[in-house]
């Protein structure tokens, strides 16, 4: 059975950085694509950024490009999501989704 949990989420000023961190029992992370997706209530869950079985190939959505970075560790099955030059829109619920399941959330919240 899966099991997943973030962490990293808080409270950061316009311009800060922040790294979540996405940790996955029960599966090996290089079986399935693994993503981190945010949502602000009343909005519909949006991705954020994937980062293939591989490894090799990653994707971010045109909103965070050149500020997010989405990276794995295997020997941690972790998943990592830095984030960079942090705006008041990227405020959110982080969550990751990893083999059909869905993690609890990590609140990010950028303000001054």
């Known amino acids: 059975q899966l099991h997943i949990v973030e962490s990293g989420g808080g409270l950061v000023q316009p311009g800060g950085s922040l790294r979540l961190s996405c940790v996955v029992s029960?599966?090996?992370?290089?079986?399935?694509?693994i993503g981190w997706f945010r949502q602000v209530p009343g909005k519909e869950r949006e991705g954020v950024s994937v980062?293939?079985?591989?490894?090799?190939?990653?994707y971010s959505a045109d909103s965070v490009k050149g500020r997010f970075t989405i990276s794995r560790d295997l020997a941690q099955n972790t998943v990592y999501l830095q984030m960079n030059s942090l705006k008041p829109e990227d405020t959110a619920v982080y969550y990751c989704?990893?083999?059909?399941?869905w993690g609890q959330g990590t609140q990010v919240t950028v303000s001054s």
């Open positions: 980062i293939s079985g591989s490894g090799r190939i990653t």
């Open positions: 029960g599966d090996s992370l290089d079986y399935y694509i």
């Open positions: 989704y990893f083999g059909g399941t």
